[in-house]
């Protein structure tokens, strides 16, 4: 059996990653109680113990405002701890695949962001998340980092979630209308991660690097808001839609910045590891 480490495994997408393992891997599924990964004494004794062929790296801190003034653990988890995963991962001569984000980009292009694009992350979190890429790519050379952007899935906390909340909580609400991204499913990062490996364990290699993957099409948090109040009341979640009112960034203001446009270009993973990209608005059941 192929043995892979997931980090962060009671997470939005580590957990998705446990309940998703195809046959033929045994996944050692580590939540932040059980496996500190700022503690370089913990990650080599969980790698002694385990011995494991992968390790994918799906632990963050991703507590997006609250970065802004917890700085110093926003760094330890997104750069330090990937730092002391990197080297592990060297030492024992096996691949690391870890998630990053669309918040290393400054959010000021009007074209989807390639992998090649100039990064100039805006926010604590997004510069914590660049420093962590940067630390992988020193140190192992046997690395993909998948960046994605408005992650939402079954476990945590997230903007389906939310929405689903407040739909229930109010006749009437204003959402952010001049964001653009692409909201992927936890579910759908998982699988995309899953095929990665299993094409890895045929192939023993794999083109290594940055890629971008999200679901499709690009949309804005107004838009994502009223599909999901659309499709809760056909599934008998929500009694009513509310009232949606589309509104502006500065009507809005947040203690991090967010990138204005954040969609990501997809097609390097599409060609280079044949991976087909899927529509959020299928996803976003999974989470009633």
């Not at 009671?10 to 046959?23: D, I, Y």
């Not at 690391?96 to 990064?119: M, N, R």
Request: aromatic residues 10%.
């Amino acid at each position: 059996m192929f043995k892979v480490l997931v980090t962060g495994a009671k997470g939005q997408v580590g957990s998705e990653l446990v309940k998703a393992a195809p046959a033929g891997f045994t996944v050692i599924g580590l939540g932040s109680n059980e496996l500190d990964i700022t503690n370089q004494q913990q990650v080599t004794a969980v790698m002694a113990q385990y011995k494991p062929d992968l390790i994918i790296n799906a632990a963050a801190y991703t507590a997006v405002d609250k970065a802004e003034s917890d700085i110093e653990t926003a760094f330890a988890v997104n750069e330090k701890a990937v730092a002391l995963l990197a080297q592990a991962a060297y030492d024992a001569d096996i691949p690391l695949f870890h998630i990053s984000t669309d918040y290393v980009f400054d959010g000021q292009a009007s074209t989807p962001y390639k992998e090649t694009d100039t990064v100039n992350p805006q926010s604590v979190y997004g510069a914590s998340k660049l420093a962590g890429e940067q630390a992988l790519e020193r140190t192992h050379a046997k690395h993909i980092i998948l960046r994605t952007s408005w992650v939402f899935g079954a476990t945590g906390n997230n903007f389906v979630k939310t929405m689903l909340r407040l739909g229930k909580e109010r006749e009437e609400l204003s959402v952010v209308a001049d964001q653009y991204g692409c909201p992927t499913s936890a579910r759908s990062i998982a699988e995309v991660l899953w095929q990665l490996a299993e094409k890895y364990v045929a192939e023993r290699t794999l083109p290594w690097g940055v890629y971008h993957f999200s679901n499709s099409p690009a949309c804005t948090w107004y838009e994502f808001a009223c599909e999901i109040f659309e499709q809760a009341v056909k599934a008998g979640v929500l009694e009513r839609k509310p009232v949606v009112h589309p509104i502006t960034t500065a009507e809005y203001p947040t203690p991090a910045k967010r990138p204005a446009w954040s969609v990501l270009d997809c097609g390097k993973i599409e060609r280079a590891q044949s991976i087909a990209l899927v529509q959020w608005s299928e996803e976003i059941i999974d989470i009633f």
